[in-house]
Each structure stands twice: as structure tokens, then as C-alpha cells.
């Protein structure tokens, strides 16, 4: 979409949805606003399947598209074939980094150690644009308590042609957690272990009881985001 019109939609779904549940808005949005041009993005992280529950009661055939950046924890991919399993959803596209560019620019598997900007770019954001080309809009599962740059987060931004979308942004810990005790929803099994995010294995750390929830992410480091979630032209 063009840029002036993509603002002008993005300012009139701000307005429109002001203060309305996540769950009716996400019904909106893949009923009638986005039908049939919409998708999810998804770690399958944490409190990922929170977000995919509210989309499978609505529709289990939404298209979730899923980075594997080759540096997953292996009980993720063990997660996220249980959680298609559990919620029945019948569209999970899995994205991939390009093997030339890995080849290329870290052919060793260690960027992530001297660069994970770059790694995170390699990984992450390189290959989304192509995965979501085919969408008007991207939902992501955002929430404003886990702080930092998502404390203010929109309901809707205009990232790069696509109207992006974080639905459950006003969402507090205690309805998150609600949702997984009345929807007996699976939990990550890196969750009991003390990983209250989890990305991928090389920058994801446990976190003291209590502790924000973010804080294991490139602990030690200035790193917040994997830059997906950054309008930076580079992706949404
Ligand atoms: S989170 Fe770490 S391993 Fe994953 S893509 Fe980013 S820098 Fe690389």
C-alpha cells in the first residue's frame, strides 16, 4: 500500500479501535477489515499461544508465519508442533534464513557472538519481507507490560507497506495469565526452568524470580528487539 494511504488507514484504525477488547478487534480484523489478507506472526514463544488461541476460536486457518532462525531452543519446535496440534491450526509457515547468505556471513554459526544486529538482520529480518508480501496486515502478540520500547506500544502502526497490528497490546500479565488457566492453555517447557521470553538459544537467559520479563533477552547487552518489531525498513 502506498505510504499516504497506509497512514491514513493505519490513523483510521486507531480511532475506530480505540479501547475496544483484543479480541473483538482481532474478530474485525480477520472477518471483514483484512479478510483473507492477514497473518500472524509468531515465536511460539512464552505467551505466544495466548495470541494463537484468540485467532483459532475466530479462524484456525489464518496463516502464522514462524522464523526459524536456526538457533531455536529444540524444545520451541517441540512447543510449537504441540501447540498446531492442540489449537488445530491448518496454516503454520515456517521461514527460513537464505543458506547462501549464511554461507556467506556466518558460516561459522557465531554472529550471533560478535554481531547480533547483523545476526539478528541475517536470521530475522531479511527473511520475513518475501514470507508476509502476499498481506495487507501482520498481528503480533506484543504486550505494553513487558516494558521498555513496548511500554507504549500502538494498536496500530504503518511498517513498511503493511498495517501492523498488536491487538492484545493492553493485555496485563494477570489476563495473559487468565487466558492459560480457562483455555488450560499449553506453557513453553523452558518457562518452569526460569525463561520467561524465550528467542533463540545463544541470547536468551533465565531470569531471577520477580525479575522484568525481558531481562534474560541479550541480557548484558544494550540489544532489546531482533529489529522485526522496529520501523527501520527492514521488514515489520
Ligand atoms: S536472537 Fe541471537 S541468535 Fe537469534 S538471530 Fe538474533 S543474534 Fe542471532
Redesign the pocket.
Same mark, same amino acid.
Given at each position: 500500500m502506498e505510504q499516504e494511504a497506509l497512514d491514513r488507514r493505519v490513523q483510521e484504525l486507531n480511532k475506530r479501535y480505540e479501547g475496544v477488547d483484543g479480541q473483538k478487534v482481532l474478530r474485525a480484523l480477520i472477518e471483514d477489515e483484512f479478510r483473507g489478507r492477514i497473518a500472524v506472526l509468531s515465536s511460539f514463544g512464552a505467551e505466544s499461544v495466548v495470541l494463537l488461541d484468540v485467532v483459532a476460536e475466530i479462524d484456525p486457518s489464518v496463516p502464522v508465519i514462524f522464523l526459524d532462525?536456526g538457533?531455536l531452543f529444540a524444545e520451541t519446535i517441540t512447543y510449537r508442533d504441540d501447540v498446531i496440534a492442540h489449537l488445530g491450526l491448518s496454516d503454520v509457515r515456517i521461514v527460513t534464513p537464505d543458506p547462501v547468505q549464511i554461507e556467506a556471513r556466518d558460516p561459522e554459526g557465531i554472529?550471533?557472538y560478535w554481531d547480533?544486529d547483523s &545476526?539478528?538482520a541475517l536470521?530475522?529480518v531479511e527473511p520475513l519481507p518475501s514470507a508476509i508480501v502476499e498481506f495487507d496486515a501482520v498481528i503480533s502478540g506484543r504486550k505494553r507490560y513487558h516494558g521498555a520500547m513496548r511500554s507504549e506500544l500502538a494498536l496500530f502502526e504503518a511498517v513498511d507497506g503493511h498495517v501492523k497490528t498488536d491487538p492484545i497490546a493492553s493485555w496485563t500479565k494477570e489476563q495473559v495469565m487468565a487466558r492459560f488457566e480457562s483455555r488450560r492453555l499449553p506453557r513453553h517447557p523452558l518457562v518452569a526452568k526460569g525463561y520467561p521470553s524465550i528467542?533463540?538459544e545463544? &541470547?536468551t537467559s533465565q531470569v531471577a524470580e520477580g525479575g522484568d520479563v525481558r531481562a534474560g533477552r541479550?541480557a548484558g547487552t544494550m540489544k532489546t528487539e531482533?529489529g522485526i518489531h522496529l520501523q527501520n525498513g527492514m521488514g515489520i
Amino acid at each position: 500500500m502506498e505510504q499516504e494511504a497506509l497512514d491514513r488507514r493505519v490513523q483510521e484504525l486507531n480511532k475506530r479501535y480505540e479501547g475496544v477488547d483484543g479480541q473483538k478487534v482481532l474478530r474485525a480484523l480477520i472477518e471483514d477489515e483484512f479478510r483473507g489478507r492477514i497473518a500472524v506472526l509468531s515465536s511460539f514463544g512464552a505467551e505466544s499461544v495466548v495470541l494463537l488461541d484468540v485467532v483459532a476460536e475466530i479462524d484456525p486457518s489464518v496463516p502464522v508465519i514462524f522464523l526459524d532462525t536456526g538457533k531455536l531452543f529444540a524444545e520451541t519446535i517441540t512447543y510449537r508442533d504441540d501447540v498446531i496440534a492442540h489449537l488445530g491450526l491448518s496454516d503454520v509457515r515456517i521461514v527460513t534464513p537464505d543458506p547462501v547468505q549464511i554461507e556467506a556471513r556466518d558460516p561459522e554459526g557465531i554472529l550471533w557472538y560478535w554481531d547480533p544486529d547483523s &545476526c539478528c538482520a541475517l536470521r530475522k529480518v531479511e527473511p520475513l519481507p518475501s514470507a508476509i508480501v502476499e498481506f495487507d496486515a501482520v498481528i503480533s502478540g506484543r504486550k505494553r507490560y513487558h516494558g521498555a520500547m513496548r511500554s507504549e506500544l500502538a494498536l496500530f502502526e504503518a511498517v513498511d507497506g503493511h498495517v501492523k497490528t498488536d491487538p492484545i497490546a493492553s493485555w496485563t500479565k494477570e489476563q495473559v495469565m487468565a487466558r492459560f488457566e480457562s483455555r488450560r492453555l499449553p506453557r513453553h517447557p523452558l518457562v518452569a526452568k526460569g525463561y520467561p521470553s524465550i528467542g533463540c538459544e545463544p &541470547c536468551t537467559s533465565q531470569v531471577a524470580e520477580g525479575g522484568d520479563v525481558r531481562a534474560g533477552r541479550w541480557a548484558g547487552t544494550m540489544k532489546t528487539e531482533c529489529g522485526i518489531h522496529l520501523q527501520n525498513g527492514m521488514g515489520i
